[in-house]
Each structure stands twice: as structure tokens, then as C-alpha cells.
């Protein structure tokens, strides 16, 4: 929850460049739209990822144990490449509406409209199993279902999707809402 929120709102800072001026300074530099786009993917997902292993650290003091077959080191790394994988894709996602939209209402209006059944229908919360087929069908196609997936399996040892087919959906959707990020960031003015 919290690598989802911080990662796709890290995409206001878009907006907020733009209403404030900041961007016409950034879009002069001599450097690509592109490496711009990815500069503040990273800075977002860096954000989200320090945010959720506080809380994952802070959890232990709660009772919660890894109990994970990959050990501590190897769960912690698996939480690591999946935070980062699914904060660069949602700051993607953030960036590419922030690019569509002209005020900081409109991206909060859509993006919540976004985020909300993609957060509820992950499986984050509760199971899906018991889902209707149809409500399956949208958790199926839901990259943060693939990215919980494999943070359960870290720190539980338990997954529903294999752990290969949770990195490629994660990875894939890095890259897709990269590379759409940076075409509708290219036609900001």
C-alpha cells in the first residue's frame, strides 16, 4: 500500500512543476525527456521503497516473522527487486497521467480512480479466491496482484502465481509504463 500511493503520487510533482513554472526549466536542459522521466521514476520509487521497509522493519516489533523457504537475506532481496520494479512502473503510470492533465485536481481525481480498485483487487487485503470469475479475471490482469504475490511469498512462503510469473508481469510492467511515460512526457509543453 504504501509503495503503491507514494509511487503513483510521486507523478504529482509533474503537475506541481508545471503549474509553478519549474518545468519549462527542466524540458530546456540538454538532456532527454526520457532520462527526465526516469530520473523522477527513480527519486519516487527510492521514496516508496524507504517507506515500506520501515514499516516492514517496524513490523517486527509487532510479532511478524520472515518465514519465508528463501531465509531473511533472500526474502529481504525479493522485497527489494519487487519494490523497485512495481515504484518504477506506478511513478510511470503517475508521470504519464501527470503528462495528459492541466491541474493537480484532475490527476488526484484520476489517479485515485486508478489506484483504489487496483490496491483493493490485489490481494493485498483480503483473499481473492473467493472471488466472482469476473472480479478474478481483473486480479489476473492487476500488476500489483503479481507484485503482492511475491512479497507474500517472501515473507510467508506462500503465492498463488509462480514466482517467475510474478517478476516477468512486474518487470513487464516496469517497462511498459516507462516506455509510455517517457512518449506522453515528450509531447509536455
Partial sequence: MTALFTSIFSGMSVMFDKEFGFLKEILVAPVSRTSIVIGKALGGTTQAAIQALLILALSTFIGVKISSTLGIAGAVVLILVTLFFLGMGFVGLGISIASRLENIEGFQVVANLLVLPIFF?????????????????????????????????????????????????????????????????????
Fill in 121 to 189: 483487487l490485489s490481494g493485498a487485503f483480503f483473499p481473492v479466491t473467493s472471488l466472482p470469475n469476473w472480479m478474478k479475471a481483473l486480479v489476473d490482469i492487476n500488476p500489483l496482484s503479481y507484485g503482492v504475490d511475491a512479497m507474500r511469498y517472501a515473507v510467508t512462503g506462500l503465492h498463488s502465481y509462480a514466482l517467475t510469473t510474478d517478476l516477468a508481469v512486474v518487470v513487464g510492467f516496469f517497462v511498459l509504463m516507462t516506455v509510455v511515460g517517457s512518449i506522453l512526457f515528450r509531447n509536455v509543453r
